[in-house]
């Protein structure tokens, strides 16, 4: 057993990972010397203990515990560079975009040697006299090369300390199992942890794993064992023709969903592109990904598909057109895994016959007869196909209605309403108001990346005010009262139950699965952050382990006004009202990386008017974000300092929120955050965009995403939804109640999907 491995997902849960007996941690403990060191470096990165923590770590051996501390510098990246470009860039440097030309100017007509005077820099920039101010930088100011790089980072200066609690063999295989038979799709955080764990323990044989993307993981993670598990666990989770083909093709990209190649090839060539011309990489970029892509499979993978595809338990017909929405890469995959060979072999006759149905479209589609009873304006038709397929029903409930009307679709679907998983009954209720709301604008995040405005439903306009309303008002009645009916029907003890307050700021995160990795936190996305003090700090880490070169990634941040002008603050505009930017590196120094930072002052925000703070980041390079690069947010009712000398101003101990950009990743830009200056609160949220920079950004998109995290249902409501169909009574103590929600308990994703097993 890997205890580092276990302790990294333990510190997602704000946990230590022990091997230790709950039972045999009764009585005192003496502390020892390495223990209070320990406690105080958790201290300084911002982390306290539980009682239950504290007297199990006093049994834990003096190597274990400085294990522990590497394993948590590692993660906070507190032994890396930490210097941005400028040394004490809470005062400005007063560059400007004179001094970039003065510098491009003399450097184009031969600097020194040319009789300017002035400094050559060691990447052979030369900087005239009068422009940038140079004992101000830790690089060069003209090319943004760092020269100077530093190991320090401020200790101890957080205001709130987080705190850690025991984790045992016991709680760790809990989450696993909760990870295992989530009932919604697992983010990419969670999807991190089961692949770890999953090198540390078998899966339970009654494990009941419905989601499709953690089956495939499962699958493959086995095959890492052996080619007898990874047969077995396909047979056991592999149901239809697209489960086989989503996993042949998650081997090959490494993304879980099944996304088609011209769009991961398009993606490749919108994210090589670059405003300055000669860097432009489209062309080479698609064409390396389309290379990637082409189809290879060894004897081993092609025996795998044909016996998983042989022992499919449906009919040739049935197979045949589950193939068929995806049917030009089943024609690839087909050619490439050898399946025409395998299937003229004996014992393979099941897999000739789905290839033979296959090849002649000798079947007929469910989509095709749906569509052509719509044409045909057939209703009851219409209705009785979808009936046969609930997930399409409810996917697409809210266009029947407005196309045959209320009360008889709601009806129709009310009758199969019960066979629908419960994330699917919560998604309508979640979306209903908006997009019922012939004025509001909805948001698409499709799996290539990106967010885009959506506009309302044409025949919303049809429909009175009072009509949509109405529309939306029974369908959020629907959804109350099959969850009413779905919790009453389980069976509890308990009668009584405490909902921390908190509960009712964050919402059940179903839809708005998180692409980035949060290593010290398993926050779900709407969740809120108060702002202790008076400032937020911005943060930004990227190239650790790479050698030094070219590659530019870029934090910004716009400020949103309540008239309606909106600020940058970016590589390009180093103040802006109420923030200041630490200044753009653009060549990394070689494996550990570079930092930068933006200030944000609520004061000043407040005296200029500022209504939103938007975080970004974006690659500026050809291709998309940097992976493994950092970012988040610090906060702290203290000071926090910035340093004169190097300008590092990071301290792990106030931070409040952190992600890091997941090797799967396929955006450009991403937003991270949005402040609400008013309300001293920061919305974490994710939303992926395309863009060098960040007035590639669409605000209006934003904030549609933002308004769809604060109407979503919260955790705090669907608790409620349960006490009321349990008769449970509501209590504000803790310590008197049989059920406890608290906000720790919200930050397992897993604990918090468990309620929707119903």
Not at 208 to 214: N, R, V
Not at 478 to 486: F, K
């Amino acid at each position: 057993m890997n205890e580092q491995v276990l302790q990294k997902v333990a510190l997602r849960y704000r946990a230590i990972f022990l091997p230790v007996d709950r039972g045999g941690l009764t009585g005192s403990y003496e502390p020892t010397v390495p223990l209070m060191a320990f406690v105080k470096r958790l201290k300084e990165n911002g982390y306290s203990v539980s009682e239950e923590l504290l007297h199990a770590l006093a049994k834990v051996p003096t190597q274990k515990l400085g294990n522990i501390t590497k394993l948590m510098n590692e993660t906070f990246r507190v032994d890396l560079n930490w210097a941005p470009l400028v040394k004490g860039w809470d005062v400005p440097t007063g560059e400007t975009r004179m001094d970039h030309l003065l510098t491009f100017l003399a450097n184009l007509f031969g600097g020194e040697a040319s009789g300017f005077k002035g400094t050559t820099l060691p990447c052979g920039h030369f900087i005239p006299e009068g422009t940038f101010p140079l004992e101000r930088y830790n690089g060069c100011p003209y090319c943004g090369t760092m020269f100077n790089t530093t190991h320090f980072v401020y200790h101890g200066q957080g205001s709130k300390l987080k705190e850690l609690r025991l984790f045992t063999l016991a709680d760790m295989e809990q989450v696993f199992r909760l990870l295992l038979e989530s009932p919604t799709p697992l983010d990419a955080t969670q999807l991190d942890s089961l692949r770890l764990l999953l090198d540390e323990f078998e899966v339970p044989e009654d494990v009941d794993i419905s989601m499709k993307e953690t089956a495939m993981v499962v699958i493959q993670k086995s095959g890492d064992r052996s080619q007898e598990i990874e047969v077995e666990m396909g047979l056991r989770y592999l149901k239809t023709p697209t489960d086989v083909l989503r996993f042949f093709w998650y081997e090959k990209t490494g993304v879980v969903k099944i996304i088609e190649p011209k769009y991961l090839i398009g993606n490749a060539f919108q994210s090589g592109r670059h405003r300055w011309m000669p860097a432009n990489q489209s062309e080479e970029l698609a064409e390396k990904k389309r290379q990637e892509l082409k189809l290879r499979y060894d004897r081993k993978h092609c025996r795998l598909a044909a016996e998983w595809l042989n022992a499919l338990p449906m009919t040739a017909r049935q197979a045949a057109e589950n193939m068929n929405p995806k049917r030009g890469m089943w024609v690839r995959m087909i050619h490439a895994l050898r399946l025409g060979e395998y299937s003229r072999r004996k014992g393979f006759e099941p897999l000739a016959e789905i290839l033979n149905v296959f090849y002649k479209q000798d079947y007929e589609t469910w989509a095709g007869k749906l569509d052509r009873a719509q044409r045909e304006k057939r209703f009851d038709e219409v209705l009785t196909l979808l009936k046969d397929r609930p997930g399409l029903f409810a996917r697409s409930l809210f266009s029947t209605m407005l196309r045959f009307g209320k009360d008889q679709t709601l009806e129709v679907f009310g009758s199969i309403v019960d066979e629908l998983p419960a994330r699917l009954v919560l998604s309508l209720g979640n979306a209903a108001d908006s997009w019922f709301d012939a004025e509001s604008t909805r948001v698409a995040m499709p799996i290539t990346g990106g967010t885009h405005p959506v506009p309302p439903h044409a025949l919303l306009w049809v429909y009175s005010e009072e009509e949509r309303k109405a529309m939306a008002q029974a369908v959020n009645d629907l959804y109350a009262d099959t969850m009413r009916r779905r919790f009453a029907l389980i069976k509890t003890t308990s009668k009584t139950l405490y909902i921390d307050p908190q509960l009712y700021d964050i919402p059940v995160s179903v839809g708005d699965r998180a692409t980035t990795i949060q290593d010290t936190s398993c926050a779900l996305q709407g969740t809120r952050f108060p702002v202790e003090g008076d400032a937020i700090r911005l943060f930004m880490h990227w190239g650790k382990g790479l050698p030094a070169q070219h590659l530019d990634m870029d934090l910004s941040c716009a400020i949103a006004l309540n008239n309606g002008l909106v600020f940058e603050c970016a590589y390009f505009n180093l103040t802006a009202p109420g923030a200041k930017h630490s200044g753009d590196i653009i060549h990394i120094p070689d494996q550990v990386g570079a930092a930068e930072y933006i200030e944000l002052s609520l004061p000043e925000l407040d005296q200029a008017g500022a209504r939103y703070v938007t975080f970004t980041c974006n690659a500026y390079s050809s291709g998309n974000l940097s992976p493994n690069l950092m970012v988040g947010w610090m906060n702290s009712a203290y000071p926090m300092t910035i340093s004169n000398e190097t300008g590092v101003a990071y301290d792990p101990s106030t931070v409040q929120h952190l992600v890091r950009i997941s090797e799967a990743n396929l955006a450009k830009g991403l937003v991270f955050g949005v402040l609400d200056v008013a309300a001293r609160e920061i919305f974490w949220l994710e939303m992926p965009f395309s863009g060098q920079t960040i007035q590639d950004l669409d605000l209006k998109t934003m904030e549609a995403l933002l308004n769809r995290l604060k109407n979503k249902l919260s955790i705090g409501q669907l608790l409620d939804l349960k006490r009321e169909a349990q008769g449970l009574t509501l209590v504000d103590d803790k310590e008197n109640a049989d059920e406890i929600y608290t906000y720790e308990w919200a930050l397992n994703p897993a604990d918090v999907a468990s309620l929707l097993f119903v």
